[in-house]
């Protein structure tokens, strides 16, 4: 649900963990009403063609590793009076964040971005940023 001031109340904040992701995070600060309910999400990309089975220690190694750098950057917003969620998920990165987005009726996607090379023609909008701009349900910001 949109604010009357341009506030959202049900934000996701899809992550990859890099530098950028905080970008995002200060962000919200600017767009997610006080008090509203935010889920910063990460997905490790499942390696196609293998049995995840096979692969499960690994997954929850890489698992472990993301739910502490989430729990790291999310302390400032429950201190700030946000109510914070933090997921991990593992499969295809821009299904699993357009689903989950779906799921949890978000009003906002917030997602930090790179800027875009005209020069790199069509491989320029295949980041997962660009694609689930596209494809969202909702509004998305795309953070710089």
Not at 81 to 102: D, K, N, Q, W
Request: overall charge negative; proline content about 5%; aromatic content about 6%.
């Amino acid at each position: 649900m949109l604010a009357l001031w341009g506030m959202y109340y049900q934000v996701l904040v899809p992550l990859d963990l890099s530098s950028r992701a905080k970008l995002g995070i200060q962000a919200l600060r600017k767009v997610a009403a006080h008090g509203a309910s935010v889920e910063l999400l990460h997905v490790i990309e499942q390696i196609e063609g293998i049995d995840p089975s096979e692969l499960a220690d690994f997954y929850e190694q890489l698992r472990v590793q993301a739910q502490a750098k989430l729990e790291e950057w999310s302390g400032p917003l429950g201190d700030d009076g946000y109510h914070v969620r933090i997921t991990v998920l593992v499969g295809s990165r821009v299904p699993a964040i357009l689903r989950h987005a779906e799921e949890q009726a978000c009003d906002l996607l917030l997602l930090p971005s790179h800027a875009l090379d005209p020069s790199a023609g069509k491989q320029a909008f295949g980041s997962v940023s660009h694609r689930v701009a596209l494809l969202a349900h909702c509004p998305v910001l795309l953070v710089r």
